[in-house]
């Protein structure tokens, strides 16, 4: 078992800054792709941001590519986003999950992730 808790959503101006983290504990999770998916009102979960393992290599949805940056701490059992220039449109629940079995054509589908944090809401105003 892996429990996921995301800390660091707030209420934040368009074009500001927040700083997601998201704390594992149980499992290892040293050997497992992490992501960060968000959830808006009335629309489906989407993927964000992924990270392997080593921290290697990384993924973005093309809506954040070049304003999102995601990181791990392995020592720390940590997983980070870092969203700058947010818009409103960033507007939504974020979660970070953990899959011990994505490869990279699957790194984006939510279905692959077995572990799920309860959510962190981000709240961009215009």
């Known amino acids: 078992q892996v429990q996921l808790v995301e800390s660091g959503g707030g209420l934040v101006q368009a074009g500001g800054s927040l700083r997601l983290s998201c704390a594992a504990s149980?499992?290892?999770?040293?050997?497992?792709?992490m992501a960060w998916f968000r959830q808006a009102p009335g629309k489906e979960r989407e993927f964000v941001a992924a990270i392997n393992w080593s921290g290697g290599s990384t993924y973005y949805a093309d809506s954040v590519k070049g304003r999102f940056t995601i990181s791990r701490d392995n020592a720390k059992n940590t997983v980070y986003l870092q969203m700058n220039s947010l818009k409103p449109e960033d507007t939504a629940v974020y979660y970070c999950?953990?899959?011990?079995?994505?490869?990279?054509?699957?790194?984006?589908?939510?279905?692959?992730?077995?572990?799920w944090g309860q959510g962190t809401q981000v709240t961009v105003s215009s």
């Open positions: 149980g499992r290892a999770v040293s050997s497992g792709t």
């Open positions: 999950a953990i899959s011990y079995s994505a490869v990279v054509a699957r790194v984006r589908s939510r279905s692959d992730y077995q572990y």
